[in-house]
């Protein structure tokens, strides 16, 4: 008879919680009005997420190429009601016109639980608006300037390594051997430290790096859309002993610098100064006043600075250059090219200088259109932090509703660019860019939250295969699928399985 009783209070209460989904939290969209996709209990519209079946960029993407025509639409990210932003005049408005109503991004941020969360990315409100002034002085041209003698090197030391594995290897997985060149440049950057990831794989750098993103996309979708969640349940996005390395590392490379009195052109650099002063030092010439605020930040909310630029920093332009060599692979008259550029540069200036890497004009529509297709982060999110009515609908938005703008989606649009699977970096010539919408790229975002980064994270791509193509010819290697697989895991745009080439030297 206990049997019998648990069965059926299993049953009941089971048959309750489907009924309360099905009829009132899956109830919002049809109550407002607005047109949505049908959800599903209990994973709302998730499913072929949680499942594994694909991506999250994916998912949004390809709701985003059917339901596109109603301008907007609702979705269900598990019992939250997401509203996916499908028209780019009402991305203008999400992103920019009416940004005071969507500042924040509505993702996980508890900087008691998880201090590495305090970042610039993921805070909200005020608290992102101090200190976006204070850190962006830090990624100006002068900055970037004076760092690029460390990109330099680090580019150097990228086609050595590549000539050793070239002499034993007829085959290379190059998005693993390109993170190990870009995770150089950012601990050498971000943290001041020689971490040869190039040389060993293996190194610690590299394990803590590859750990970040081990979540499985179930926990993705929790910390990006209910982090409700894991507020409640007190878990951390950033697993303690990750915490504890970078905090720890950071900690005593600033302890280094001050006691021996060590100054570098570098982004750890400038964190000490905002930390000391409460403000950048302006670049030579710049008569602007170094920062409205004076106010000193933390060690520990300097070292979460220096984490996002390094999780930033190494993936997404690792994975960029991994898909732009790719594509070159595929379409060897691209390369062949680029690669006719780059020799010009070197015949003119005899090495890569920061002005020849911005001269570069093919180079940079290559990489370009690399992002267009693969864009790093595939959606954008924002939470309605005042209760709007979205201009040119009839649609009401509550104050917290979550918002998706689909990247992917929007760069993959055969109406915006025409046979979006072709690569065509003449795609980004001055002509088409003036003829598209300003909105119809967004690889960074785009408002007063566009990504801080945008052009150390493309300097530092460029550098990189420059020095590959400088040297060597690539070609594709039969393990590599045509087309490409997305790994449905991360929630960074990423090739299913690497991306194994052949490269052979000039």
Not at 271 to 298: C, F, H, R, W
Request: hydrophobic fraction near 40%.
């Amino acid at each position: 008879m206990l049997i019998i009783g648990l069965i059926t209070a299993l049953v009941v209460a089971l048959c309750s919680v489907y009924i309360y989904y099905k009829f009132v939290v899956f109830n919002f969209w049809r109550k407002k009005g607005v047109f949505y996709i049908e959800p599903v209990v209990p994973t709302g519209n998730m499913t072929s997420l949680v499942t594994r079946k694909i991506s999250m960029g994916e998912l949004f993407g390809d709701a985003y190429l059917k339901y596109k025509d109603h301008r907007a639409f609702g979705m269900y990210t598990f019992f939250k009601p997401n509203l996916v932003i499908a028209d780019l005049d009402l991305v203008r408005i999400v992103l920019t016109k009416e940004f005071g109503n969507f500042h924040d991004r509505g993702w996980y941020c508890n900087e008691k639980t998880d201090p590495l969360s305090g970042h610039l990315f993921l805070l909200p409100g005020k608290k992102w608006r101090h200190l976006r002034v204070k850190l962006t002085p830090t990624f100006t041209s002068g900055k970037l300037k004076q760092m690029f003698g460390i990109l330099k090197e680090c580019g150097e030391e990228f086609a050595t390594s590549l000539e050793k594995v070239a002499k034993t290897n007829s085959c290379i997985e190059i998005k693993e051997i390109f993170a190990g060149y870009t995770t150089d440049i950012i601990m050498s950057t971000a943290f001041g430290i020689k971490s040869n990831c190039m040389e060993n794989q293996d190194n610690e750098f590299r394990f803590w790096g590859r750990k970040i993103f081990e979540y499985n996309p179930i926990w993705y979708a929790i910390f990006a859309f209910v982090p409700q969640l894991a507020d409640f349940f007190a878990i951390p996005f950033v697993d303690r002993g990750t915490s504890k390395f970078f905090i720890n590392m950071f900690r005593n490379n600033v302890q280094y610098r001050q006691t021996h009195n060590v100054v570098r052109h570098d982004f750890m650099n400038l964190l000490i100064q905002l930390m000391e002063k409460g403000y950048v030092a302006p670049d030579e010439g710049d008569t602007a006043e170094a920062s409205s605020t004076t106010n000193k930040i933390s060690l520990v909310e300097a070292a979460a600075q220096a984490f996002v630029f390094f999780i930033a920093g190494f993936e997404t332009s690792s994975t960029t250059a991994t898909f732009c060599l790719y594509e070159l692979a595929v379409n060897q008259d691209v390369q062949n090219k680029l690669r006719q550029e780059i020799d010009e540069v070197l015949k003119k200036d005899g090495e890569v200088t920061y002005n020849s890497v911005n001269d570069m004009t093919y180079l940079h529509k290559v990489v370009t259109e690399t992002l267009r297709k693969y864009p790093p982060v595939p959606i954008l999110n924002r939470i309605c932090t005042k209760a709007t009515d979205l201009p040119t609908t009839n649609i009401h938005i509550p104050e917290g509703t979550s918002i998706t703008i689909p990247v992917l989606g929007i760069q993959r649009d055969p109406a915006i660019y025409p046979d979006p699977d072709k690569f065509d970096p003449e795609r980004f010539s001055a002509d088409e860019i003036a003829a598209r919408h300003p909105y119809a790229y967004l690889p960074f975002g785009e408002g007063p939250r566009v990504c801080i980064g945008t052009r150390f994270g493309y300097m530092q791509t460029k550098v990189g295969i420059f020095n590959i193509l400088s040297k060597f010819k690539i070609k594709l290697h039969p393990r590599t699928p045509v087309p490409l697989i997305i790994d449905e895991a991360p929630f960074i745009l990423s090739p299913k399985g690497g991306v194994h080439l052949i490269i052979e030297p000039r």
